[in-house]
């Protein structure tokens, strides 16, 4: 994020211009093979099993990450699905370096950060932050949501120094559309989307370029989900951020991505932009998943061709040889069990124009449609308009406190429910 926050209500009004052509541009992708601002490349980490209470063992590795590879644009959204334990979040913890890769580069602006330490460490991580999954763990519950918000501060002061620091934070409460009076009330004073605003709100306080949101709207309600995709997609537009966001809900994922990166047993198997692969998905899990999806209209229905997988998703600390997918796979052969397939376009489609030419790591990659179209799968409100007034009318009954905490008594009452704040 480039802009100050001083600058950040009249790039709110710019935002909405802004906004207006992000949408109209991600039909085409807002990334369309630019200079990347990250480069994943082969990244891996394998957690150690051990044996033994004295004398510790290593009998094996869980391979959470095992060789992932793609690019974030400048801007753009990179969604991130799959099924439970297949690596999403570790990746998420490898891209903000919480935890160190076992193998592999992540390049920031061409520079591999996993390779820094100290300082230059420091002064990569401000740039790419984290916005959690769960608002109701994540946030200290002793700590002031000022404190929370304003805790990025004590280990960077340069972004703000100490007499500014209450007025910077109250700026990104009313950014994320909180009130910037309850900056001195406590985390259970807040219902779980307005907690997730205060996440977002300390995950913007240090003004970084990526964010990387891991599963941030899978704890709320659904009328509060499209509130906080729509906030990241406002956000996004305006501060020119670019997310790779997390999720197993393939709808809102759709909703908010340029691009989808499809992930089974610690690998990428399929990737593109949101059209190539809910349209013209070529990898039978990316099929196998996207028929799956719940759609809401009863004709549409009646196209979707539902593909059952048989058997669970094997072990990481044992993964099948040669294609990950084929002990579920119903094309799997030969080949299958003896040659890792890899993440490229395949032979199939190199010289034809077809939006099934993407990356796709299967031998017998083939396009299947299996998504209804257009239109019949997003159950993600729109913004602006009806829909979102209506989300915010339930995210606004939905989110009011159930009882006044002892800010409430200090501060005196919120204020009224006609307020334009989602409070
Ligand atoms: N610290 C760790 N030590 C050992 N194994 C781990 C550790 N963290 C994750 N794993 C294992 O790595 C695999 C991938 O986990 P990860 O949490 O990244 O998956 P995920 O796709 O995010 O799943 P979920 O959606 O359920 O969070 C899992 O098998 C998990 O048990």
């Not at 997988?309 to 002990?327: E, I, K, Q, Y």
């Amino acid at each position: 994020m480039h802009a100050d926050h001083s600058g950040r209500k009249e790039a709110r009004e710019e935002g909405e211009t802004a906004r207006t052509l992000l949408s109209k541009s991600r039909q085409e992708s807002a990334y369309a093979g630019g200079e990347p601002i990250l480069e994943v490349r082969d990244l891996v980490k394998h957690y150690p099993l051990t044996q033994g209470i004295l004398i510790k063992k290593q009998v094996g590795a869980v391979k959470a990450v095992d060789g992932v590879t793609f690019d974030l644009g400048a801007g753009e959204t990179l969604g991130v699905v799959g099924e439970s334990g297949c690596g999403k979040s570790t990746v998420a913890r490898l891209l903000v370096q919480l935890e160190k890769p076992t193998a592999g580069a992540i390049r920031y602006k061409g520079e591999d950060i996993t390779k820094l330490s100290g300082r230059a460490l420091k002064a990569v991580r401000r740039n790419i932050q984290m916005v959690f999954q769960d608002p109701y763990t994540s946030l200290n519950p002793r700590m002031t949501v000022g404190d929370i918000i304003g805790e990025p501060y004590e280990i960077h002061p340069e972004v703000a120094p100490k007499g500014s620091r209450r007025r910077k934070v109250q700026e990104l409460l009313d950014v994320v559309g909180l009130n910037p009076e309850y900056i001195n009330r406590y985390p259970h004073q807040f219902s779980g989307g307005q907690r997730q605003r205060i996440g977002i709100a300390r995950g913007l306080a240090l003004n970084p370029e990526i964010i990387v949101a891991d599963e941030p709207v899978s704890a709320l309600d659904v009328s509060v989900q499209a509130q906080v995709v729509n906030l990241l997609d406002r956000l996004q537009a305006e501060f020119n951020l670019s997310y790779v966001f997390i999720a197993h809900d393939l709808s809102i994922v759709r909703h908010i991505s340029d691009r989808v990166g499809v992930m089974y047993l610690g690998r990428f198997i399929e990737i593109g932009t949101d059209a190539e692969i809910y349209d013209h998905p070529t990898h039978p899990y990316t099929q196998a998943l996207l028929s799956a999806v719940p759609v809401p209209d009863p004709a549409a229905r009646e196209f979707r061709e539902r593909i059952i997988l048989h058997g669970d998703v094997p072990s990481p600390a044992n993964p099948p040889s040669g294609c990950r997918f084929r002990t579920r796979c119903w094309k799997a052969q030969e080949r299958c069990e003896l040659e890792v397939p890899l993440l490229a376009v395949p032979a199939a489609f190199l010289e034809v124009d077809t939006p099934a030419r993407h990356p796709s790591a299967c031998h017998f990659a083939e396009e299947k449609r299996v998504v209804p179209p257009e239109g019949t799968l997003d159950s993600v409100p729109g913004e602006g308009g009806q829909e979102e007034a209506a989300a915010r009318a339930a995210d606004a009954a939905e989110e009011a406190p159930e009882r006044p905490g002892p800010a409430d008594r200090d501060e005196g009452p919120p204020p009224p429910s006609g307020s334009s704040r989602a409070v």
